[in-house]
């Protein structure tokens, strides 16, 4: 995933099922309106929780990739 | 889902983790979740009852295990410290069973702060499991 000025990073690696999601909606709430966020992952949870949760959240995941067992996703944050 | 109704009866550790956990989630989401803790769960709204929670049958030699095991996902594993989480969401509400209070002697006086007080379960069931987007018992 480029590097990119201005994302906030969160990374989960080594947690699981349920506090990467808690980690996550904790999180958002700290990027401001379009700003992007970066979460890292390691829960094979996270592959099928975060793309649903930005689709219920309305927020939209821009990049998703793995990489030998860690998920990154960058989102960006959409209010309103 | 913008609500959820849980209700709680089985304090054994194992088994109490799962409702609490999915709790934390959904609180951590903004759904609110209204939780009924009945039976011996009733417990864990106490002090003394959250701190005596262990796994009751089957996999009890297991505990240390699994304690160790939860801890390492991140996950509070102290279930006193797990209520006061899952809490601190603000998106969750921890109801006693007033049945289960008198049976149990959880009242006022001994009830954790993060509680929502003593309720009948007429009201719960009607008030909060009915009119939720999903409800759940464990």
């Given amino acids: ?80 | 889902m913008k609500s959820m109704a849980i209700i709680i009866r089985d304090d054994s550790y194992d088994k109490i983790l799962t409702p609490l956990g999915f709790a934390y989630l959904q609180g951590a989401e903004g759904c609110q979740v209204d939780i009924l803790f009945v039976s011996w769960a009733v417990r864990a709204l106490t002090e003394e009852g959250a701190s005596e929670i262990s796994i009751r049958e089957g996999h009890c030699e297991q505990e240390p295990w699994m304690r160790k095991q939860v801890a390492n996902a991140g996950f509070p594993e102290n279930i006193r410290d797990l209520i006061t989480a899952v809490h601190s969401t603000g998106s969750v509400n921890l109801y006693a069973c007033s049945m289960a209070a008198k049976i149990f002697g959880v009242d006022d006086s001994n009830m954790i702060p993060e509680s929502s007080g003593i309720v009948g379960s007429s009201w719960f069931l009607n008030e909060k499991a009915v009119p939720a987007d999903y409800s759940q018992t464990f």
């Fill in chain 1, 1 to 80: 995933m480029p590097k990119q000025a201005n994302i906030t990073t969160l990374d989960t690696s080594g947690l699981s099922c349920p506090m990467p999601m808690v980690k996550l909606n904790q999180a958002i709430k700290k990027v401001s309106p379009d700003g992007l966020l970066e979460v890292i992952a390691t829960d094979r949870g996270a592959l099928t929780d975060i793309p649903s949760w930005c689709n219920r959240m309305g927020h939209v995941l821009i990049e998703s990739n793995s990489d030998n067992g860690t998920y990154n996703f960058l989102i960006r944050r959409i209010v309103g």
